[in-house]
Nanobody, 123 residues
Framework: QAQLMESGGGTVQSGGFLKLSCSYSGDRPDCMAWFRQAQGEEREGLSHVSTTGVWRTGYADSVKGRFSISQDDSRNTISLYMSRLQPEDTDMYYC?????????????????WGQGTQVTVSS
C-alpha cells in the first residue's frame, strides 16, 4: 500500500496560481486523485488520473479549465496545477489513491489518503 504526502499549499491572492504535489511510496497505485474539503462539509473530488496503463484524466465541473493534473513517474509524484484561484477555492486539499484501474473516475472508491495541505485564497 502506498503512502501519500501532499505539499505545495499556501496562501495566494485571488486570480493567482498554485501547484500542489503528492508523492507516493511503495507500489504505484492504479489511480490517483485530488480532493478538497472544508471543515464540516463533504469531500469534493476534483481531478483523477490513471497512473498505470492508458493515460486518462478527469475533472470536476467546478475546476475544469482551471486545474490540471500531471504525473511524474521519475519522482513518484502527481501534481495539481491550479490557476485563476478564487476565495471559494479555499480548502484543505488531499490526494488519494485506489488499486483498481476500473474505478479511477469513482470518487467514492478512493481509500488511501494523504494528510492534506491547506490552500487559502485571499480576496
Amino acid at each position: 500500500q502506498a503512502q501519500l504526502m501532499e505539499s505545495g499549499g499556501g496562501t495566494v491572492q485571488s486570480g493567482g496560481f498554485l501547484k500542489l504535489s503528492c508523492s507516493y511510496s511503495g507500489d504505484r497505485p492504479d489511480c490517483m486523485a485530488w480532493f478538497r474539503q472544508a471543515q464540516g462539509e463533504e469531500r469534493e473530488g476534483l481531478s483523477h488520473v490513471s497512473t498505470t496503463g492508458v493515460w486518462r484524466t478527469g475533472y470536476a465541473d467546478s475546476v475544469k479549465g482551471r486545474f490540471s493534473i500531471s504525473q511524474d513517474d521519475s519522482r513518484n509524484t502527481i501534481s495539481l496545477y491550479m490557476s485563476r484561484l478564487q476565495p471559494e477555492d479555499t480548502d484543505m486539499y488531499y490526494c488519494a489513491e485506489i488499486r483498481d484501474a476500473r474505478e479511477c473516475s469513482s470518487w467514492s472508491q478512493y481509500n488511501v489518503w494523504g494528510q492534506g495541505t491547506q490552500v487559502t485564497v485571499s480576496s
